[in-house]
């Protein structure tokens, strides 16, 4: 397709205004544009449909972006892994109608595009770049099991001072993880505790 290279189409998955679910921004009214690609391959992953982006539609971004500032000026760009797009155009007529940015992401890739918030969700299986670490401006490791609370103390040591921390259960081990996560938080209280408020509410 002409002009993707550019940005101006991307395969969009889906596109939907919603109640932020996780993390640092729970429970704020926002829109959300999942854009389908992933190579990363989490095999707890809830969105495994997005993870082929020839099975969705190349999107024309300048009606993706009148469709969701119409809703909100509170965006949220996720995936899939939207790193793996070139978001500049995207992001530059967003910014042109005062939206705030924000993107939740692996951090597998340089980050194209002008965000305003990053929420850095680091994967074992291909760990973020470098660079993109001191971009986030909040860190949300998932916990599927032990280990993952040594993986959460080595992110973290990545991330500037004033990051924000958060563990999140994974939520097929959510009964099981909570209460290791609600100890792990006491004995490390830079830490905070996400959980996945959208499933409990039943919502997209």
């Known amino acids: 397709m002409q002009n993707q290279a550019e940005g101006e189409f991307l395969p969009i998955m889906e596109h939907f205004y919603t109640i932020q679910g996780e993390g640092f921004h729970s429970g704020k009214a926002s829109y959300f544009i999942r854009i389908g690609g992933c190579d990363v391959g989490c ?78 969700s680091p994967k074992k299986n291909q760990l973020p770049i470098e660079e993109n670490y001191p971009k986030a401006q909040e860190l949300k490791v998932i916990i599927h099991n032990q280990n993952d609370f040594v993986f959460a103390l080595q992110q973290a040591e990545k991330v500037s001072a004033s990051c924000h921390l958060f563990l999140q259960p994974e939520w097929s081990k959510e009964k099981e993880m909570t209460p290791y996560i609600v100890d792990f938080v006491l004995k490390n209280p830079q830490f905070k505790i996400s959980l996945q408020t959208h499933k409990y509410l039943n919502i997209p």
């Open 43 to 120: 095999h707890w992953c809830d969105v495994k449909e997005s993870w082929d982006p020839k099975a969705h539609p190349l999107l024309p971004v300048d009606s993706i972006v009148d469709i969701a500032t119409a809703h909100s000026k509170w965006i949220v760009l996720t995936g899939g892994e939207p790193t793996m797009w070139n978001l500049h155009y995207l992001t530059q007529k967003l910014k042109a109608q005062n939206c705030t940015v924000c993107m939740e992401t692996s951090g597998a890739y340089p980050i194209l595009g002008e965000i305003d918030w990053v929420c850095l």
